[in-house]
């Protein structure tokens, strides 16, 4: 009988399924790693923004344009003795408004000489301070100041938009001459959330009288929390796409020839 060439298929070898499983197992432990740093990410910011930081709503215009009425800002618990020339705070005082909050920018504390206005600008020690922040073509003489020499552990507070705030100037016949005492301040504005117009410019006017305060963690929190989802995402997204690729790969076979029978 002549002889005929057939072709014998080998059978598959398991190593490389086992090295496949292999692989899934350690590409599963390390999503599982990757999605529990994450959560302790994601969830950390969380519980250290609602530590660190109080929302409020501005119910008024005297801080425009900084800070426009209805905004919501975010402002990080602070020590009042911690507070420094530019800070923009909220506190409370009895003689100003009963049981309500208020945000006002510091622009003078306790030893200081402050008056209005010297150029067109607000003097602080004798100093002209340049102020940004002010509505455009609102100049700051909109605010006559008499020389106030601010007393020990005090603030002498203004808004941003001067002409309609009710500020220290309209308590300057009070005992204290309009200030306030730093234990009255519960916190620091650090940004505006809503609508989103972030952190707060530095004041740098105020730098020639001394360092200013340095901005809170809200960045960092930010980032804690958006790269945790970001990790909380990719690493359970891992699953399924693995899955859908490793289903879509056919085991490679391979062919010999057969002798001749």
Same mark, same amino acid.
């Given at each position: 009988?002549?002889?005929?060439?057939?072709?014998? @298929?080998? /059978?598959? &070898?398991?190593? %490389?399924?086992?090295? $496949?499983?292999?692989?899934?197992? #350690?590409? +599963? !432990?390390?999503? *599982?790693?990757?999605?529990?740093?994450?959560?302790?990410?994601?969830?950390?910011?969380?519980?250290?923004?609602?530590?660190?930081?109080?929302?409020? @709503?501005? /119910?008024? &215009?005297?801080? %425009?344009?900084?800070? $426009?009425?209805?905004?919501?800002? #975010?402002? +990080? !618990?602070?020590? *009042?003795?911690?507070?420094?020339?530019?800070?923009?705070?909220?506190?409370?005082?009895?003689?100003?408004?009963?049981?309500?909050?208020?945000?006002?920018?510091?622009?003078?504390?306790?030893?200081?000489?402050?008056?209005?206005?010297?150029?067109?600008? #607000?003097?602080?020690?004798?100093?002209?301070?340049?102020?940004?922040?002010?509505?455009?073509?609102?100049?700051?003489?909109?605010?006559?100041?008499?020389?106030?020499?601010?007393?020990?552990?005090?603030?002498?507070?203004?808004?941003?938009?001067?002409?309609?705030?009710?500020?220290?100037?309209?308590?300057?016949?009070?005992?204290?001459?309009?200030?306030?005492?730093?234990?009255?301040?519960?916190?620091?504005?650090?940004?505006?959330?809503?609508?989103?117009?972030?952190?707060?410019?530095?004041?740098?006017?105020?730098?020639?009288?001394?360092?200013?305060?340095?901005?809170?963690?809200?960045?960092?929190?930010?980032?804690?929390?958006?790269?945790?989802?970001?990790?909380?995402?990719?690493?359970?997204?891992?699953?399924?796409?693995?899955?859908?690729?490793?289903?879509?790969?056919?085991?490679?076979?391979?062919?010999?020839?057969?002798?001749?029978?």
């Amino acid at each position: 009988m002549g002889g005929e060439s057939t072709t014998r @298929t080998a /059978p598959h &070898s398991g190593g %490389s399924t086992a090295a $496949a499983q292999t692989g899934s197992r #350690l590409g +599963q !432990r390390l999503s *599982g790693v990757v999605v529990a740093l994450g959560l302790v990410m994601f969830l950390g910011g969380f519980g250290w923004g609602a530590v660190a930081y109080r929302p409020y @709503t501005v /119910p008024t &215009s005297s801080m %425009s344009p900084t800070i $426009a009425a209805g905004d919501r800002v #975010l402002a +990080q !618990r602070v020590d *009042g003795d911690e507070v420094r020339r530019g800070d923009v705070v909220v506190f409370r005082d009895k003689t100003w408004v009963t049981g309500a909050n208020v945000v006002k920018r510091v622009v003078a504390v306790g030893g200081d000489t402050v008056a209005c206005c010297t150029d067109g600008k #607000l003097t602080v020690n004798g100093k002209q301070i340049d102020e940004p922040y002010l509505p455009k073509g609102s100049p700051a003489e909109d605010k006559q100041i008499p020389t106030v020499t601010v007393p020990k552990g005090r603030l002498f507070l203004l808004g941003d938009e001067r002409q309609g705030s009710l500020d220290s100037t309209a308590h300057l016949t009070d005992a204290a001459s309009g200030t306030v005492s730093r234990s009255a301040v519960s916190a620091r504005v650090d940004a505006v959330v809503w609508p989103m117009n972030g952190m707060l410019k530095r004041p740098t006017g105020f730098e020639t009288l001394g360092a200013l305060s340095q901005p809170g963690p809200l960045r960092t929190i930010v980032w804690l929390i958006v790269g945790g989802a970001v990790l909380i995402l990719g690493g359970s997204a891992y699953g399924p796409v693995a899955k859908r690729l490793g289903g879509n790969r056919s085991p490679a076979r391979t062919a010999e020839p057969a002798g001749a029978r």
